[in-house]
Nanobody, 121 residues
Framework: QLDQSGGGLVQPGDSLKLSCKFS????????VAWFRQAPGKEREGVSC????????NYGGFQKGRFVTSRDSAQHTVYLEINGVKPEDTGLYYC????????????????WGQGTQVTVSS
C-alpha cells in the first residue's frame, strides 16, 4: 500500500529525492516515517512526518541535509537528501502508522518495498 520510487546510484555531493506514494490508504490520517538500513547495520529512523500537526522529526539526522515533505494532493511523502555522502548508502524504507509518529518500528503497520541508494564516485 506504499509504493516507493527514486534512489539508485548517485555521486557524492548530489541531491536525490525519494518518493513514497499511498495507494489505498487515506494518507492524511497517517504518520509516515523514513528508515535507512546501511550495509551491515541495523535499520534506523531518519525522519517522520506527523500528518495531524504537520511536524517533522529528524532524530539524529541532519535537518536541512535530510528534508521530508508531504504532498497530500498527490498522496505522497518525500525524502530529499542534499549533498549525499558515501555513508548515506543503504536501503531506504518508508512506513506508515495511524495517528502520530513513533520511534518504534514495530508500531508501523504499512511498509514500502524499500529502495536502494548507493553513493559512489
Amino acid at each position: 500500500q506504499l509504493d516507493q520510487s527514486g534512489g539508485g546510484l548517485v555521486q557524492p555531493g548530489d541531491s536525490l529525492k525519494l518518493s513514497c506514494k499511498f495507494s489505498t490508504l487515506t494518507s492524511d490520517l497517517y504518520a509516515v516515517a523514513w528508515f535507512r538500513q546501511a550495509p551491515g547495520k541495523e535499520r534506523e529512523g531518519v525522519s517522520c512526518h506527523d500528518s495531524l500537526n504537520g511536524n517533522v522529526n529528524y532524530g539524529g539526522f541532519q535537518k536541512g541535509r535530510f528534508v521530508t515533505s508531504r504532498d497530500s494532493a498527490q498522496h505522497t511523502v518525500y525524502l530529499e537528501i542534499n549533498g549525499v555522502k558515501p555513508e548515506d548508502t543503504g536501503l531506504y524504507y518508508c512506513a506508515a502508522k495511524y495517528d502520530y509518529c513513533s520511534p518504534k518500528e514495530s508500531e508501523y503497520r504499512y511498509w514500502g518495498q524499500g529502495t536502494q541508494v548507493t553513493v559512489s564516485s
